[in-house]
């Protein structure tokens, strides 16, 4: 088999990666001042990589031009302290390959990329046709396919794009794998010796991630919970499974609380709760009312979130 350079193999990304906010002023328009310091919190909980314009950063909501903007503040902020990730994935492949030369020139660590979702590819293939195209953009960069199939509706066995498409993308690194299809995710780990990074991207199954092999894991929540997930990665490390258990299930009711009260935007809600106000969600996520976020407050306060996000 074909191996890429030895550059991009040497490329892994351990720990935390936190999928950043996109903040936004109250008008909707972008909050690129708020970049830094939000950065700047989510560094000093403990993450050490940051994943920009994903799911999380309403990355599909934004303009061309303010994907860009973004993605420059995003750079500019992090100022090499960590990796930074760029996420490309557009409908149209010449923009996501016009993404990821972009995030090559101005200086990023790696970028990723969803597949195009409105036409779909219909074989592993064409797949695999599609994502080498978004990848060239920017050859010089580890490349990770952001796999997310229940918001994408493309589904493929990711080993076989490991094995079919590894020969085909120089820089493919890895991938960042939001599913929980486990058993598939621990081939990935395990495929050619290890020789790919993946990345798990499901927060509140990080314990069956780290089980399956991860070493690094994406997420939400590790904006403003990061010593939660980190005292879960310790405690499998050290054998302590029910400690493990335990500290997952925190996690879980954490989320639970956040989504059933606020839908998906009290995701980005929490993260004002926890100390830095990243503004409306863009629509179609629905903004959290002043009201859901009096009570996504007054139910995390017992379950400990605060002294989470002061950590």
Known sequence: MKR?????????????????????????????????????????????????????????????EERLK????????????????????HNSLEEARGFAAHAQKIGADAFSATPAAYFKPETLEVFIECIARIASGAPKLPFY???LPNFTGVRFDMAQFLAKG?????????????????????????????????????????????????????????????????????AVKRGDLAEAQRLQALSWEIIRVI?????RGGIKAAMGIAGQDCGPSRLPIVTCTAEQRALIRKELEPLGFFDLARA
């Open 70 to 89: 973004v993605a420059e503040a995003a750079v500019k902020a992090a100022a090499g302290r960590v990796p930074v990730i760029i996420q490309v994935g």
């Open 259 to 263: 989504v059933s009260r606020g839908g």
């Open 145 to 147: 396919y952001y796999n």
């Open 166 to 234: 590894g020969p085909r993308i120089p820089n493919l690194r890895g991938i960042k794998f939001s599913d929980a299809m486990l058993y598939e995710f621990q081939a990935c780990t395990r495929f050619d010796g290890g020789r790919y990074d993946i990345l798990f991207g499901i927060d509140e199954m990080l314990l069956s991630g780290v089980a399956s092999g991860a070493q690094g894991a994406v997420g939400s929540t590790y904006n403003f919970a990061a010593p939660l997930y980190l005292r879960i990665m310790s």
């Open 4 to 64: 890429s350079s030895p550059r991009f193999e040497n490329f892994r990304l351990r720990g935390l990666v936190a999928a950043m906010f996109t903040p936004f002023k109250p008008d909707g328009s972008l909050n690129l001042p708020r970049i830094k310091p939000l950065i700047d919190q989510v560094l000093a909980q403990g993450a050490s990589g940051l994943y920009v314009l994903g799911s999380t950063g309403e990355g599909p909501s934004l303009t061309t």
